[in-house]
């Protein structure tokens, strides 16, 4: 299997002709594109997905979101799609950016999405998910404001949740 390769990016998003490795250290002053989703049905209800017991951060922890790393050449767009698809088996186009938040080597773009699919045909990723569960609005903010909720998940959608009035 080969080595996962990404773009580099200044802070301020500006692509650089880096070609950064999938853990491997990334130089000072760079940063890998990470995308990610927030689901919501139609219904008003939220998907989570259970992370797979072998992940190494917050294994078997439900979250709130689908995402991962830009592919080289892949734009944050084109990233955020393949992830839903990749995690959940959900195509959609219906893409709201929420968010960018920065990290010392990452910067994470932040979507919702509206879908009006079969609930009951949401898809595992191998490795990535092993469960999920459409949670009621109000299941979902006692969720984001609890500690089964991943903080830096919470975090990174902070001010979006704040907006909704979900944060307490």
Not at 33 to 61: F, I, N, Q, W
Not at 96 to 110: F, H, N
Not at 117 to 128: A, F, M, P, R, S
């Amino acid at each position: 299997m080969s080595t996962e390769k990404w773009n580099a990016y200044t802070a301020d998003g500006t692509l650089v002709d880096t070609v950064l490795l999938r853990d491997e250290p990334i130089p000072e002053g760079m940063y890998h594109l990470v995308c990610e989703v927030l689901v919501r049905h139609t219904d008003g209800s939220y998907l989570c997905m259970e992370r797979a017991s072998t992940k190494k951060a917050y294994p078997g922890y439900y979250e709130a979101t689908a995402g991962g790393s830009a592919l080289l050449g892949e734009t944050k767009e084109e990233c955020v799609r393949r992830e839903l698809w990749e995690e959940t088996g959900i195509i959609t186009d219906s893409f709201i950016e929420t968010g960018r938040y920065l990290t010392k080597d990452t910067i994470y773009y932040t979507y919702v999405c509206t879908v009006d699919c079969d609930k009951d045909t949401v898809l595992l990723q191998d490795g990535e998910t092993e469960d999920y569960k459409w949670m009621t609005e109000e299941e979902f903010i006692s969720f984001i404001n609890s500690d089964k909720a991943i903080p830096t998940q919470r975090e990174r959608y902070k001010e979006y949740f704040k907006k909704l009035g979900y944060l307490r």
